[in-house]
């Protein structure tokens, strides 16, 4: 048989990791001189220098004759390296955006080759094990003491929120057909993605409660739901959603408390643990998680507190009977007879009908590392976080919000108006030197580091303030 051309080669089969060593090593070497010139946390210049320097580079994209893998590598990697905010720069802080694992980052070279489709079992074999085995181990964390918990695979906590939210809704009307529509609860501090996800299923807006102080109160919520659930005729089905991990302050609600309140009135229960879930590998931080365990449906993320490239998110419930309101039958895929005959149906495991084998990448990392290994590097950046915190307090010209719950850390100069505050933001952007977050909060605007890279280290930490504080106005 004829070997084709490097371009036209495929990655898969015996032949493919053969014809994928050369175009690595373009690859690596394109990662590597595109990050040193870039030198820093992200591009200087802003929008406009960066889309000229991609024109400059890349453009046309779709020649009459291409130029060869090895050039098209060279040239594509090497802008998108150059022109990328780097999460592994200490730096690069602002947002949930975690620098991955180059364990992680191998795995996934792995699933791209074999590229698993995990709509049917017949496309995904091992695959398909591999993530029957993972998610559940995963699950058992969250309910350890649950006899069969189970867990979805995801985007991300967007994708998480709206399966807990359509399982509560379709659990709602099969128990009680003759009432209102589910009604969700949530806090000022929760994500965008329950709104979000409340319009796309055709239900009300959330009952959205203050949060003065970042967290939900018991009290508030018990009120709310007295309410909603204590006037005469059919109440509508209560959904109360709580977040151990909010996105601006990484705060976690009071989950025991709130599982009290909503067992009281008979509500559902959903905690959105997308920042704060991968808690539950520390022996020291899992406690502040406290009551997990008594939601009927928790959302994980494990590219945030995981190291892993995205996407890598999780829907976790207590037993797999939970997620039956997801079945879905295409012939073509999971045809009743194929699985009366014992083939596994994944068309029901998911709202997306293709998918990546994420799990593959996230099975490799708790393999290497285990839960131990994990655990410490959560225990690291959470140590950096309450470093830096440390150092804002010590400051003269710095103000800090609060101590830190997770690895986020809200901070200003003392004094700075909002506008100030977010002209040193763009302007740190812009000259490429930090990447920094903003949180608006009771008491006005915020920059925001969120911390995910676990081995920062104090000079990084020192450095950072000093770049904030050369823009501050004298």
Not at 60 to 65: C, G, Q, V
Not at 172 to 198: D, K, Q
Not at 234 to 259: H, K, M, N, R, Y
Not at 380 to 393: G, K, P
Request: proline share 9%; net charge negative; glycine share 8%.
């Amino acid at each position: 048989m004829s070997v084709p051309p490097a371009g036209t080669a495929l990655a898969g089969g015996t032949n493919g990791p053969r014809a994928l060593r050369p175009l690595l090593d373009t690859v690596l070497d394109a990662l590597t001189t595109g990050a040193e010139d870039r030198a820093g946390p992200l591009p200087p210049g802003g929008p406009d220098a960066v889309t000229r320097a991609v024109h400059d580079a890349c453009h046309p994209l779709l020649p009459e004759h291409g130029t060869g893998p090895h050039a098209a590598l060279r040239t594509v990697v090497h802008t998108l390296a150059a022109g990328s905010a780097d999460p592994a720069d200490p730096h690069c802080a602002a947002h949930l955006h975690c620098p991955p694992l180059a364990l992680a980052t191998a795995a996934d070279l792995a699933a791209g080759a074999l590229n698993p489709s995990m709509d049917s079992w017949d496309q995904a074999p091992a695959a398909s094990a591999l993530e029957t085995l993972t998610s559940r181990a995963l699950a058992a964390l969250v309910y350890p003491r649950a006899a069969a918990p189970d867990a979805l695979i995801t985007t991300g906590g967007t994708e998480s929120n709206q399966l807990g939210i359509l399982l509560a809704r379709e659990a709602a009307t099969a128990n009680r057909p003759a009432a209102g529509p589910l009604r969700i609860v949530c806090g000022a501090n929760a994500h965008h993605s329950l709104h979000r996800s409340a319009w796309l299923l055709g239900l009300p807006a959330p009952l959205t409660l203050p949060t003065p102080d970042g967290i939900l109160t018991p009290d508030t919520v018990h009120t709310c739901l007295a309410n909603l659930t204590g006037h005469t005729g059919p109440a509508s089905p209560v959904l109360l959603t709580a977040t151990a991990g909010t996105t601006d302050s990484g705060a976690i609600d009071p989950l025991p408390a709130l599982a009290d309140v909503a067992a009281h009135h008979g509500a559902r229960f959903h905690i959105d643990a997308a920042y704060g879930g991968p808690l539950l590998f520390s022996d020291t931080h899992r406690t502040a998680l406290s009551g997990l365990d008594r939601a009927h449906t928790v959302a994980l993320d494990l590219h945030k507190l995981g190291w892993q490239p995205v996407a890598a998110g999780l829907l976790a419930v207590p037993d797999t009977a939970t997620l039956t309101p997801l079945a879905h039958q295409a012939d073509y895929l999971n045809a009743d007879d194929d699985t009366e005959a014992g083939l596994p149906d994944l068309l029901s495991r998911s709202l997306r009908t293709t998918r990546r084998p994420d799990i593959l990448k996230i099975a490799v990392t708790l393999k290497a590392l285990g839960r131990r290994g994990l655990g410490d590097l959560i225990d690291r950046t959470l140590a950096a976080a309450r470093a830096l915190a440390d150092l804002i307090d010590a400051h003269p010209r710095y103000e800090l919000h609060s101590r830190p719950t997770l690895s986020t850390v809200l901070f200003r100069p003392t004094g700075a108006d909002d506008t100030t505050l977010a002209t040193i933001r763009r302007t740190l952007l812009t000259d490429g030197q930090a990447v920094l977050g903003r949180a608006t909060t009771p008491t006005g605007l915020w920059l925001k580091a969120t911390l995910l890279n676990p081995h920062t280290q104090p000079g990084d930490l020192t450095t950072l303030l000093k770049l904030v504080e050369g823009h501050i106005p004298r």
